[in-house]
């Protein structure tokens, strides 16, 4: 059964960029605990959708409200904010990993605003706090956990640039899920996959909603991934939402596969 108040309601979400309307007027609900899957052709809107969201570009207008310990206006916070205060994380299309420090270290990097809030943000926080000592400890188990469930433990002292692709991109899932967020915004995290990595993926995300309680927003084409792990599916083309529901639902929408197939008469399946 699907919970009353969602994680995240877009509401009339509109993105203009001069004369082109990349997002117009899309409304859609993100539950918490749950996949939300966003598709579309490509140019569809969806990378633009999740630069709303997270603060990389300020909505021409439309509400994004996010419910945590309180409630969150998108739409009116900076890109740290939403990341700080309002906890979403996001990866992007291409991996964006400090390719030369470690796989620890990466994941250490991610819990700098944690670590530094505990120092007191002052030299005598960092050269003596027990705060700070214990926050740091609690960080280093945090990356460990996190090493063990992306099955990097034996890399963790490996520069993060040379671990295989798959590796790289549960790296950067593991390094947003050390923030620590409600809401997690992965951008095409299966592209260029294998089989094996792509299914090492579907579990973690799978892990990710059911261990971890955290609400994930998706942008895949890979219908395999969306097919088998979302729980809601949000089609965009050109701008529009042009239907929602269960992915069985989506799948055999017609108007989804007319804007997949760019064809009139829907009559073909899948
Ligand atoms: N900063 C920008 N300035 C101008 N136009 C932009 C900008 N960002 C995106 N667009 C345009 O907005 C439209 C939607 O782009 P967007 O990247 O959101 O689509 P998408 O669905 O994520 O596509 P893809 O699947 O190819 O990544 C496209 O026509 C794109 O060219």
């Excluded at 002292?157 to 620590?180: F, K, N, S, V, W």
Aim: proline share 5%; net charge negative; with cysteine.
């Amino acid at each position: 059964m699907r919970a009353d108040v969602p994680l995240i309601d877009v509401e009339h979400l509109t993105m203009r960029f001069g004369g082109l309307l990349a997002v117009d007027d899309v409304s859609f609900k993100a539950q918490p605990r749950e996949i939300t899957a966003i598709i579309g052709p490509n140019g569809a809107g969806k990378t633009t959708v999740f630069n709303c969201i997270t603060g990389f570009y300020k909505p021409s207008s439309g509400r994004l409200t996010l419910r945590g310990d309180r409630e969150y206006l998108l739409e009116r916070m900076l890109g740290h904010e939403i990341g700080q205060q309002a906890k979403v994380a996001r990866t992007f299309q291409n991996i964006r990993l400090f390719p030369g420090m470690t796989v620890l270290e990466n994941l250490m990097v991610a819990q700098h605003n944690k670590l530094m809030r505990a120092s007191g943000m002052s030299i005598f926080g960092l050269l003596g706090l027990k705060r700070y000592r214990d926050a740091e400890i609690e960080a280093i188990e945090l990356a460990r956990l996190w090493l063990q469930r992306i099955g990097l433990v034996d890399d963790a002292d490996r520069p993060a640039g040379e671990l295989p692709y798959g590796a790289q991109r549960r790296l950067e899932i593991a390094r947003a899920m050390c923030t620590e967020p409600r809401l997690l915004c992965l951008d095409e995290p299966a592209a260029g996959l294998n089989p094996r990595e792509s299914a090492a993926l579907n579990e973690l995300l799978l892990s990710i909603r059911n261990q971890d309680g955290v609400g994930v927003l998706l942008i895949e084409h890979d219908m395999s991934v969306v097919m088998k792990i979302s729980d809601h599916v949000v089609v965009l083309d050109y701008g529009r939402k042009i239907a929602e529901g269960p992915p069985d639902e989506v799948q055999r929408d017609p108007a989804v596969i007319r804007a997949y197939l760019g064809t009139d008469d829907g009559g073909t399946d899948g």
